[in-house]
């Protein structure tokens, strides 16, 4: 158990539809990170938060968009969904702002979009 | 910015066998590199990592990886396999942009 927990476990929902998943981080872990992971593409880093500021973007549709709370736990929501959105996402988190620290998983969510 | 690529998409050995996974990162300077593991069903977790001084790095669960910079390799061994390894390995790097670049990953199957 990394201390990293996401809701929920599994998602379906159909194309057009809107979902949110959610990230609560390590205690005392202030930065959030979130990935993608595809058969075809990987893992692919979407989007990264620090003490509640957007500090990093990578492959992150404009349909997609993420935020973090005063209370540090993170929400990635999910617009006008696609067949091809459906992925395992997980979040991170780590300590400090540096990538260069240790990132711990959550279990991910699957979402499946049909 | 920097990348790894994974050249190995699947790895089958029996027990006992030594492993050797494949990671090439994209140019020289300073770098930084990671390999991480996904066991079946769990989440992602640091095996090791490469910062600077040794070449050489151990890791948990027996892994070792050496960084040759004249090959731009970081690959990641075990000179003995369990079954226990089944799982995905993923190498990565530190970007310019302040996020980790992840390799396509090398499916291990360990058989009994």
């Known amino acids: 158990d990394s201390g990293v927990t996401q809701t929920p476990k599994h998602l379906i929902t159909a194309t057009g539809q809107r979902v949110t998943l959610r990230c609560s981080p390590r205690?005392?872990?202030?930065?959030v990170y979130w990935y993608q992971q595809s058969l075809d593409q990987g893992l692919q880093f979407l989007i990264q938060y620090y003490n509640g500021e957007e500090r990093a973007k990578g492959n992150i549709l404009e349909r997609f968009s993420a935020q973090q709370f005063p209370d540090l736990h993170s929400e990635l929501n999910l617009s006008s969904l696609e067949l091809g959105d459906s992925a395992l996402y997980f979040c991170?988190?780590?300590?400090?702002?540096?990538?260069?620290?240790?990132?711990?998983f959550g279990p991910g969510t699957r979402l499946t979009v049909l | 910015a920097q990348s790894v690529s994974q050249h190995n998409h699947h790895v089958i050995l029996s027990e006992a066998a030594s492993l050797e996974l494949g990671c090439n990162y994209s140019?020289?300077?300073?770098?930084?590199l990671f390999w991480y593991v996904q066991y079946p069903g769990q989440h992602l977790q640091l095996l090791l990592k490469y910062f600077s001084g040794d070449p050489l790095v151990k890791g948990i669960k027996g892994f070792e990886a050496e960084f040759i910079k004249s090959k731009f390799s970081f690959n990641l061994r075990k000179p003995s396999v369990q079954w226990s390894d089944t799982a995905e390995y993923f190498c990565?790097?530190?970007?310019?942009?302040?996020?980790?670049?992840f390799g396509t990953g090398t499916r291990l199957t360990v058989i009994p």
């Open positions: 991170a988190s780590t300590q400090g702002l540096s990538v260069y620290n240790e990132q711990f």
């Open positions: 205690s005392g872990d202030l930065s």
């Open positions: 140019y020289g300077g300073t770098v930084n």
């Open positions: 990565a790097v530190p970007t310019g942009a302040n996020n980790l670049f």
